[in-house]
């Protein structure tokens, strides 16, 4: 297949390559599943099969003047929605948008294609706006929506759209690429792959992130935290609290410490594993309230005190 370099996802692929062949794709689709799995990626690939003026059964030609278009996201009449820098939703006004621009006849497209990115984020009077053009779909016109969290959209859109789930991609196929691209160790890449959960693009921001420095860094810090003093113990929850992207990272590294140290556990250890069950529910419950304004700080101190004195 001429996938563009789409890891993994065949199944799904020729499912749409078939529907493109035979001219049965639906007026509206939404991907769902984890994120960085290449939900977006293979939007823009059916956008570009979808007016590739040489598609085959092998895919999108990518050398058309349609193809290469759409692969530097300048296609007039291919493009995304997403939420806008700093803002926390998709806005009516952007659903606006697309409505007017999904009215006209296409001109340079053998099919419009809209990509709403992140479409769990629409507020609720942009949701309402896209539920009537989803009502009455315009011909030779798709909207994808893709998102991580489905059950965050209306039923009625849900209801509206032909549903492709993705999985997340195989372990080996993760730390192949991760290796090709970052010429990691096999341990590196093999942590990195397991600790994002089977997906590429939250590997490869970990890894920009400085992942294997913190495992590092929060390894030490619960190795000697028994011994170590209260107030050296407040001050690293400082550390870690003070920013919240850099804390959901620190969140998501204790999960993972522990729930392999659960993995790890012989049987008959009912006290430790009890412990450990509870540290879990409790970087749970903070990692839930995030999206709440907590103070991350006092939660680490809570998380890291009680770690201590277990």
Request: net charge positive; glycine share 4%.
């Amino acid at each position: 297949m001429n996938n563009s370099g789409i890891i993994g996802h065949k199944d799904i692929l020729a499912r749409l390559y078939e529907a493109v062949k035979n001219r049965h794709v639906a007026s509206a689709l939404l991907f769902s599943g984890p994120d960085g799995i290449g939900k977006k990626r293979v939007a823009w690939h059916l956008a570009q099969a979808l007016n590739c003026r040489q598609f085959s059964e092998q895919g999108p030609c990518q050398l058309c003047a349609s193809c290469r278009k759409i692969a530097a996201q300048n296609h007039p009449e291919v493009k995304i929605f997403t939420k806008e820098e700093k803002a926390k939703n998709l806005k009516i006004e952007q659903i606006f948008q697309l409505r007017a621009d999904i009215a006209l006849r296409p001109v340079e497209a053998l099919k419009k294609v809209y990509i709403i990115d992140d479409a769990h984020l629409l507020t609720k009077d942009a949701a309402n706006g896209l539920l009537k053009t989803l009502e009455e779909p315009p011909l030779n016109t798709l909207i994808i929506l893709i998102t991580a969290n489905p059950s965050a959209l209306l039923l009625t859109i849900r209801s509206r759209c032909q549903k492709i789930e993705f999985k997340p991609l195989p372990a080996r196929e993760v730390i192949r690429r991760l290796q090709e691209k970052n010429q990691l160790e096999n341990s590196q890449a093999g942590f990195l792959a397991d600790f994002a959960g089977g997906s590429m693009g939250l590997a490869q921001t970990y890894l920009e992130k400085g992942i294997f420095e913190k495992k590092s860094e929060l390894d030490d810090f619960l190795q000697g935290i028994n011994k170590a003093d209260i107030a050296d113990v407040l001050t690293q929850a400082k550390i870690f609290g003070r920013d919240k992207e850099q804390a959901k990272i620190w969140l998501d590294l204790l999960l993972y410490v522990y729930a392999q140290r659960l993995k790890s556990l012989p049987q008959g250890q009912a006290k430790d594993y009890q412990q450990d069950e509870e540290f879990i529910n409790l970087v749970l419950e903070a990692k839930k309230n995030m999206a709440v304004n907590i103070n991350l700080q006092l939660v680490l101190e809570n998380i890291f005190l009680r770690i201590k004195y277990a």
